[in-house]
């Protein structure tokens, strides 16, 4: 998807719950999700509280837009919808990690857990049908 700074910066300041439903319909739309692996490969995770979250864009330019100074070494991932349910659900449901949709400037976004994702994602996905 490619994005203009315009777009970037418009998305980026919605309120975190706008962002989501952002994403939620450009994951629907796109087939692909976005987050980011460490130089090993694998999945970059944060700790919010007593909860560990993995983050979600809809594209690598808002990944890069606001990478925060501690994922400096993190590169963006792209997933397809079939290696988000395949592979990386099953991770997040077995581990109990929450979801941080579209962090910014080092600040959380919207956080859900994968229940409340996978629902608001099929009820999206149901309309392309």
């Not at 994951?27 to 980011?36: C, H, K």
Request: hydrophobic share 40%.
């Amino acid at each position: 998807m490619k994005l203009n700074a315009k777009e970037i910066e418009s998305v980026s300041n919605l309120e975190p719950f706008k962002r989501y439903q952002y994403l939620i319909k450009k994951v629907a739309d796109l087939e692909e999700v976005w987050t980011l692996v460490d130089k090993n490969g694998d999945i970059a995770l944060s700790d919010i509280d007593d909860h560990t979250l993995i983050s979600f864009w809809t594209a690598e330019a808002f990944i890069k837009s606001n990478l925060e100074e501690g994922w400096k070494d993190c590169i963006p991932f792209k997933l397809s919808l079939d290696n988000l349910e395949d592979s990386l659900i099953p991770l997040i449901i077995e581990n109990e990690y929450l979801i941080n949709v579209f962090p910014v400037n080092g600040k959380a976004g919207f956080v859900v857990d994968i229940n409340e994702f996978i629902r608001d994602l099929n009820d999206e996905l149901e309309q392309y049908q």
